[in-house]
């Protein structure tokens, strides 16, 4: 296969680890290691991690979480579930399984660029399903309904939607579900947000649940702050999550066995992690939306539903957005990343779910760049 260079993660990779404040984060404030066990007897859980053996996992991962997991979805049990590393190798290893040269796969969009490189990389031809800001983010899936084709193998969700927040309702999804079925097609609902509701009953029932044509990914990063066990999932079919297993034996073999511990921990505790999350989050966005309204003359942006991301589009600036972001990092060590990383130049992602002084000084940088912008 021959891969496009991934734009967003050559960005964070270029200036991440180097930047002071970090408004490109995607995910909920990291949680260090001690504050995690805190959630329990810490005593009790490192006693237990002094135990585990340094070698390989399971390749499918540990029986245990792979039952945490399989209890999320109805209908599932553990033969269901394939533990990966992160969701970006279950989008990779779903996307091989069942896409081939000429096939349709259609992608919510704009999108990380792993839901859909990969397909292209396949052969296939790749549709885009625009979210616009124009229209307030809104799903039309009448707009999506005439993209599919006779030869659609493949349709990708990402509920809730990065970058920009967006959320299919329950009964969108079901329309699209029963499309599949009707079609005989698939659904890749990549729902890494799925916990990350900002407001009551606004996030639908995983695909998973409500439709054996959809196939669930899951991850231990962006909701719960925990990217670094580098753990994700797929929750599908049997016969799927076997033939995803088969390159997974290709791919990384097997997650660690200490990683593999901490997430079946993090999940048995899962209230308690997105209890300190969505706090975190929904204290971010009540500032941030008071610094956009008092910046209105800079931005068009669209309040996010879920997650913790925003995606505004920029005006009255005498810069493109790579040239704003890079400035900004020059200057003062302050990361964002540009729309161009997602093939839509003029506008920013913007992280609101770190910690919350970090924000705060953040926001107040880039409010003074953007004055001596217009000097």
């Given amino acids: 296969m021959d891969m496009k260079t991934f734009a967003v993660e ?3 990779n270029t200036y ?5 404040y970090n408004l490109a984060e995607t995910d909920a404030k990291p949680f260090t290691l001690g504050e995690l066990l805190s959630l329990g007897n810490k005593d009790d859980l490192i006693e237990e991690l002094m135990k585990i053996k340094l070698g390989y996992n399971p390749t499918t991962g540990r029986q245990e979480l792979r039952e945490v997991i399989a209890g999320f979805y109805k209908d599932t049990a ?3 579930i394939l533990v990966t590393t992160g969701a970006i190798e279950a989008d990779f290893l779903v996307t091989n399984t069942l896409v081939k040269p000429g096939d349709t796969v259609i992608v919510q969009f704009p999108a990380y660029q792993a839901l859909y490189s990969t397909a292209e990389a396949r052969g296939a031809r790749v549709k885009y399903w625009y979210m616009k800001i124009d229209k307030g983010y809104e799903p039309d899936i009448n707009e999506l309904k005439k993209l599919i084709d006779e030869k659609t193998k493949l349709i990708v969700l990402n509920i809730p939607h990065n970058p920009t927040g967006a959320v299919i309702s329950e009964d969108q999804l079901k329309t699209i579900l029963s499309w599949a079925e009707e079609g005989d097609f698939w659904v890749l609902c990549d729902e890494v947000y799925h916990d990350f509701a900002l407001y009551p009953n606004i996030i639908p029932p995983h695909g998973r649940s409500l439709s054996k044509r959809a196939i669930s990914v899951g991850s231990m990063s962006k909701s719960y702050g925990l ?14 999550v076997n033939a995803c297993w088969g390159w997974k034996d290709y791919t990384s073999i097997s997650n660690s066995p200490i990683n593999d511990y901490l997430a079946t921990f993090a999940l048995k505790n899962v209230d308690k992690v997105m209890g300190r999350n969505l706090s975190i989050a929904r204290n971010n966005l009540e500032v941030f939306m008071n610094w956009l309204q008092e910046h209105k003359d800079y931005f068009d942006y669209v309040k996010p539903k879920a997650g913790v991301l925003l995606f505004p589009r920029l005006k009255n600036i005498p810069v493109t957005t790579e040239e704003l972001c890079k400035g900004l990092y020059e200057k003062h060590k302050l990361l964002m990343v540009p729309g161009e990383c997602f093939e839509m130049p003029g506008f920013l992602r913007i992280g609101f779910g770190n910690d919350s002084d970090m924000f705060k000084t953040g926001i107040s940088i880039f409010s003074t760049y953007l ?4 000097i």
Avoid: F, Q, T
């Fill in 78 to 80: 553990r033969k269901n």
């Fill in 10 to 12: 050559r960005w964070m």
């Fill in 371 to 374: 004055k001596e912008l217009r």
């Fill in 227 to 240: 990217s670094g066990l580098r753990l994700g999932w797929i929750a599908g079919p049997e016969d799927i």
């Fill in 16 to 20: 991440e680890n180097d930047a002071v």
